[in-house]
């Protein structure tokens, strides 16, 4: 009896074990396509919301884990009209009753410390970025790399991190690994027409890199463009290394898309989250290797918006120009269409993409919304004072109905490096976002 109930424990133990290895085979060479995802590098609580403040706003809404990270309902522009409320205004009234801005960000006028985040942001030099990179890359992170994705909004903030490190002496290469001149991809970078979507690749000092995955339009005509999906898709499931943070986003071009253009959608904004959800499948893989954040929608200067629907802008071509048989009816209506739409839209997209990525690793960025709003603010006194003309106002970028100022995209560089930065240098402080 003994040796019967021995012989069908083995018999047992060997099919099971036999099962067992037929399994893992099958699992391998199903898998084999692709490489397996690096252990999830999903943020500590105060680093996740130095971008994210709209948990704030929802603290029910849980995260992956059942963390609290606020990944649900997209708060509205009132919600971040109330934080602008708390932050340093950059606007000076000077003794001849006129208008100024202050040439500073937020972030340096209140020492990296703000209002409604109960941590603080580490102010970065040129140098101190140089010694980052050079720890990073004897470290085991490696080489600095960063990976913007997007239109033109994205294209700012690559500019951005360029410009707060210029002692690294970046050289651009384009798709073809061609190095061009800043000429060159500016030319590219201005245009929105579809034969001009370059990705680009800069290079410089210490092996660092930062990438601009252009797509161009945005989710226009409701598909991302082919370029940035392929590179997307190289990086979840064939790189054996990843952009240690990655940052994708779109402008306008998500919202006048469903509007404002020959195939009008019935639904734009149901569109606009069905591509963001056909985007998370592949965000969600490069979530589990290295940090991903979503921009939030930039809110639109309306009163520049309105200057150039009905004057046209400065630069633009005659295809953007106005239909020159244009009624007056005809022209309030467009300029109300289109304004709307822009003003309206940004809480709707932003909602869109909330409810697409909700419960997931990938961070939203909305931190610095109430940047932008109190800048309108500001530019919104110059353009009622009549300072059009003014230094300051194109300083500021006043003149751009679209897009954020450079001063707030040097404060997103700046939180950016205290990802990146932080626990590498010396004199740690526990009380930044990002220890």
């Known amino acids: 009896m003994r040796g019967k109930l021995a012989r069908t424990l083995f018999t047992f133990c060997l099919a099971f074990a036999t099962g067992g290895f037929l399994c893992l085979l099958y699992l391998s060479s199903s898998e084999k396509s692709r490489l397996p995802a690096a252990p999830d590098k999903g943020l500590r609580h105060k680093c996740w919301s130095m971008f994210n403040i709209g948990v704030q706003k929802y603290p029910e809404r849980k995260g992956v884990g059942n963390r609290n990270f606020g990944n649900g309902l997209a708060p509205g522009t009132s919600y971040y009209n109330e934080l602008s409320s708390s932050l340093p205004t950059l606007l000076l009234s000077l003794p001849n009753g006129t208008l100024d801005l202050l040439p500073k960000t937020r972030l340096e006028i209140t020492d990296g410390r703000l209002s409604y985040l109960d941590c603080g942001i580490r102010l970065y030099n040129a140098k101190e970025v140089m010694s980052c990179s050079a720890l990073r890359r004897k470290g085991k992170d490696g080489a600095l790399w960063v990976a913007f994705v997007g239109d033109s909004k994205m294209r700012d903030k690559f500019k951005g991190f360029l410009n707060m490190t210029p002692n690294f002496k970046w050289r651009i290469y384009n798709t073809t690994s061609k190095e061009v001149t800043s000429t060159t991809w500016e030319r590219f970078a201005s245009s929105h027409h579809p034969k001009f979507q370059h990705s680009l690749s800069v290079k410089g000092t210490l092996d660092s890199r930062v990438d601009l995955v252009?797509?161009?339009?945005?989710?226009?005509?409701?598909?991302?463009?082919?370029?940035?999906?392929?590179?997307?898709?190289?990086?979840?499931?064939?790189?054996?290394?990843?952009?240690?943070?990655?940052?994708?986003?779109?402008?306008?071009?998500?919202?006048?898309?469903?509007?404002?253009?020959?195939?009008?959608?019935?639904?734009?904004?149901?569109?606009?989250?069905?591509?963001?959800?056909?985007?998370?499948k592949v965000l969600d893989v490069l979530s589990q290797r290295t940090t991903v954040i979503a921009s939030a929608q930039s809110r639109t200067r309306e009163f520049t918006a309105i200057d150039y629907a009905v004057n046209g802008r400065p630069d633009s071509s005659k295809e953007d120009e106005a239909p020159r048989n244009e009624t007056a009816?005809?022209?309030?209506?467009?300029?109300?269409?289109?304004?709307?739409?822009?003003?309206?839209?940004?809480?709707?997209?932003?909602?869109?993409?909330?409810?697409?990525?909700?419960?997931?690793?990938?961070?939203?960025?909305?931190?610095?919304?109430?940047?932008?709003?109190?800048?309108?603010?500001?530019?919104?006194?110059?353009?009622?004072?009549?300072?059009?003309?003014?230094?300051?106002?194109?300083?500021?970028?006043?003149?751009?109905?679209?897009?954020?100022?450079?001063?707030?995209?040097?404060?997103?560089?700046?939180?950016?490096?205290?990802?990146?930065?932080?626990?590498h240098m010396e004199n740690k402080d526990s009380l930044y976002c990002c220890p």
């Open 214 to 280: 252009w797509a161009n339009h945005g989710l226009d005509i409701y598909k991302i463009a082919e370029i940035s999906q392929q590179e997307l898709q190289h990086w979840a499931y064939k790189a054996s290394r990843v952009p240690d943070v990655i940052v994708i986003g779109f402008g306008t071009w998500s919202i006048t898309g469903g509007f404002a253009s020959d195939t009008e959608s019935l639904n734009p904004f149901t569109d606009c989250a069905d591509e963001w959800r056909k985007v998370r």
């Open 329 to 423: 009816d005809d022209k309030l209506y467009r300029i109300n269409y289109y304004t709307r739409h822009l003003s309206n839209g940004a809480e709707w997209i932003d909602e869109a993409m909330h409810m697409a990525l909700r419960n997931s690793n990938i961070i939203i960025w909305d931190s610095t919304i109430p940047f932008n709003l109190l800048n309108i603010k500001e530019c919104q006194a110059l353009y009622d004072a009549g300072l059009k003309g003014h230094p300051s106002y194109s300083e500021h970028s006043c003149h751009d109905d679209i897009h954020i100022d450079s001063f707030t995209t040097k404060d997103e560089t700046t939180m950016i490096l205290n990802l990146l930065c932080n626990h």
